[in-house]
């Protein structure tokens, strides 16, 4: 591991069936005023709403709501809910949902206390946090795995005005103090989203694995789990309450974007740069965003990184490399990543997500082009991409 790096992560995991007994121990640490964020109204449906409600009323908090956090959660959703916890002079902001929820709450946390607009600052203008800015702490209780959210700094915000979903990845003072991960909360989340959660996380790992060459811990670290997922994931979508697979895919979402597995190594996310412009554009699943554009993005860059392919064919998808060159090692592996994909019914086609040729400008204006991963991408390379992907 060549790299210098810092890890500090301040935020404490409950994980398990019995995980929201922690949630009254929890709550004591904290203020009075507590403003509780959900989104359309699936903990309401599941039950879980009412549990979590009785145990801040008998903690003898006060409670504010914010409900109605959409998916892709937009600037003027933000503002809104900025308004509703300066208001109620929050102490605390409970998320209870997956990525969009928890990715909110840090938004308002960061804004509550902040004079400047959070969509101008934040997103547009890319400004971190003031070091003396007073940040409304986060806690969440997790209802969907895939973004990690419930264990990172990132939160992400889409204005579908200007037609750009922005993600930012902030430093430790934003990550959720606490989580409660219980993986049967997962059972009722829609079938597609479970899927789109899963894949999410694969490439949260692929986008820290395909970059770098020094011999890193966290190459070997990142081909666990993604074996892990992978085994896991079919268990899971031949039997979605299979407890012990979910809860492995729950923790290792987790562990995919909690930045551990990025320590010490450049890192690449150029696909997740097309997949939220794509996302700005057309609203579409985050994980579905992804898939579309992965095989010709790692078929363009696996060229200029094939060391790192030829290994992830090996060590991820056991090809056997005898008689084989690295081209047809790395190719092969590729084709067995796409064969999963295949079971997991991950979109392939950017067309399926509502994506038009004549919407392709607006996704090649909204992509930034980073320089982590093994090549840096042209605005032609990403046209071509998204044609690719059509
Ligand atoms: O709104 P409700 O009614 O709760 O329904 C949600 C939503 O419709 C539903 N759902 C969640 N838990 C459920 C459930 N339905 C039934 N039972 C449950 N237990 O699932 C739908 C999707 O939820 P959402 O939170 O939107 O999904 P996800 O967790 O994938 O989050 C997506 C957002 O996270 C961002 C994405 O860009 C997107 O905006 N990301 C955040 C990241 C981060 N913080 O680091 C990284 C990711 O790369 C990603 O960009
Ligand atoms: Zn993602």
Known sequence: ??????YHNPCAVH??????????PELANYGKNVVLIYGGGSIKKSGLYDKIVAIIESSGKTLTEIPGVMSNPTVEKLR???????NANADLLLAVGGGSVIDYSKAVSISVHCDDDP?????KRFEDVDD??????VGNVLTMSGTGSEMNGGSVITSHSEKLKIGHTFGWRVIPKFSIVNPEYTFTVPDYQVRAGMFDAFNHITEQYFSGSDDSTSDYIAEGLMRSLVHSSRIV?????????RS????ICTWALNTFIGCGKPQDWEIHMIGQAIGGVTNATHGMTLSAVTLPYYRMVMPYGLTKFVRFAEN???VDPTGKTDAQIAEEGMQRFEAWMDEMGAVKHVSELGLTPQMFDDVIAGTFLLDGGYKKLTPDDVRQILVESE
């Open 237 to 245: 979508m031949k039997n979605p309450t299979d407890y012990e697979a």
């Open 80 to 86: 809104e809910g900025v308004e509703i916890a300066r």
């Open 1 to 6: 591991m060549l790299g210098n790096f810092t």
């Open 248 to 251: 492995n895919v729950s923790w």
């Open 316 to 318: 991820v998808w056991d």
């Open 15 to 24: 994980f398990g069936p019995d995980a929201l007994d922690c949630l009254a």
């Open 119 to 123: 969509w101008e600052k934040y997103y």
């Open 132 to 137: 003396d800015l007073q940040i409304v702490p």
